[in-house]
């Protein structure tokens, strides 16, 4: 198995970027006055195709187009575009939104981050690190970089900085993001055990999610304050965003643990100590130290 689950881990979750609030900065940002803000368009429901994000996106950044957040988020939904239909050309159109962004606002952590998730779908690995850890020096309290930080560092084979970076993300903030790439570092060090407890945290998160996705669209409905109910649009808007790649790295790990389950079946072992050996190097005959609850497991 190679690591291209925590590629679309990676490509996915940095749609989320909601949370460095599209409007936060439109007192400050030209062409965004009041009247501006309040026509903006509104976004499609939680059914909404990705289709229909993206329309309402492009007609976003068109109202405000000195916004730098706006075009993160449309190159995310571009992003969701090709794993969706396959057509990279959505690439390039994510890239151009991206270079949009960062000519607005070259220190923009939500363009960095988003940047680096779309390198990291090009497997451009270093240059996914960089912008990473970009993102991290300008925003060190935001947690969306530590994703695209963890997905870097494993792809260029440096697990132990990629466990250290991913046990500070799970200290600081352990949602679905986490428990996610939590389950495939498992996974990949030979922790069966605790791979399908990681998979079973995001399944429940899932869950959760579905239930703040359902709030914010009745509270949305019932808001008439123009400029909270952009708030709230972008808000729900994340954690849609959340829920696709969830959804998504629920199904592709499902498969990893049922492949390394069939593995170990057809060689006779418990399931996980044939990856442990392929990764580590350690004897296939030697279990992995469980670990804890909120461990990454062994380094």
């Known amino acids: 198995m190679t690591h291209r689950v925590l590629i679309t881990a990676a490509a996915t979750f940095a749609l989320a970027l909601g949370a460095f609030g599209l409007l936060a900065r439109g007192d400050r940002t030209e062409g965004t006055g009041p009247s501006v803000r309040a026509s903006l368009p ?12 993206i329309a309402a996106l492009q007609q976003t950044v068109r109202m405000a187009p000195h916004v730098a957040d706006g075009y993160s988020l449309l190159a995310g939904a571009y992003a969701q575009k090709v794993r969706e239909t396959g057509d990279a050309s959505f690439y390039n159109r994510a890239a151009g939104a991206l270079r949009t962004a960062l000519a607005l606002d070259p220190h923009d952590a939500a363009a960095l981050t988003q940047r680096g998730a779309l390198e990291l779908s090009r497997h451009d690995f270093r240059d996914g690190l960089r912008d990473a850890l970009a993102a991290r020096r300008l925003a060190p309290l935001v947690d969306k970089p530590f994703g695209v930080l963890v997905d870097a560092l494993v792809e ?26 939590v389950s495939y570092f498992r996974e990949l060090h030979g922790d069966h055990a605790g791979a399908r407890d990681a998979l079973s945290r995001s399944q429940t998160f899932a869950d959760a999610l579905q ?18 109910r952009s708030v709230i649009e972008q808000k729900r808007l994340a954690a849609i965003a959340e829920q696709d790649r969830v959804k998504a790295d629920i199904v592709k790990q499902t498969k990893a643990i049922a492949d390394i389950e069939d593995e170990a079946r057809r060689a006779n072992v418990p399931a996980g100590w ?13 279990a992995v130290p469980p670990s804890s609850s909120h461990s990454t497991g062994p380094s």
């Open 42 to 53: 509104s976004l499609p429901p939680p059914s909404a195709t990705t289709d229909q994000r």
């Open 274 to 286: 044939l990856r442990c050996c392929i990764w580590c190097g350690c004897s296939p005959m030697r």
């Open 156 to 181: 260029l084979g440096r697990y132990g900085q990629a466990q250290r970076a991913l046990q500070e993300m799970v200290d600081r903030k352990p949602d679905l993001a986490a428990y996610a790439r």
């Open 211 to 228: 239930s703040q996705i359902n709030a914010l669209y009745t509270e949305f409905v019932n808001m008439d304050d123009p400029l909270r």
